[in-house]
């Protein structure tokens, strides 16, 4: 259970940019789908995400995933990958890995402020 009352998913976050039409949305939010765990993080009403295509189907196509999260934070991935489908998959895979990070670096253990808390000092066990 997520800890979040309204938590993200890339059906409800995903926005259609440059190059992709909405008659896309099914399949990449299919391929997309296996972020909802990572995204249920975050708030829906402050998380999006947005894919486009740049020379779709050419030699140099640039797929870019961006997510913008709550708190400002941007996540941009991009491929070049000449497959569409791996490259929509080799963003999802970069941004998950980014959204772990991102994660990781919220907890005590990679923030120094929330983990030097000062620890009260007894003067009986001294």
Known sequence: MSAVANPATVAECLRMGAGFSQGDRTWIAELLGTLDNRLASFHADATALEISVKDRMAPGQKVTLECWLSGGDKVVTTSSLEDLHAAVMDC????????????????????????????????DLL
């Open 92 to 123: 999802r895979d970069d941004l998950r890995r980014r959204l772990n990070d991102a994660k990781s670096r919220q907890e005590p253990r990679h923030n120094r402020h929330l983990r030097d808390v000062p620890q009260p000092t007894d003067p």
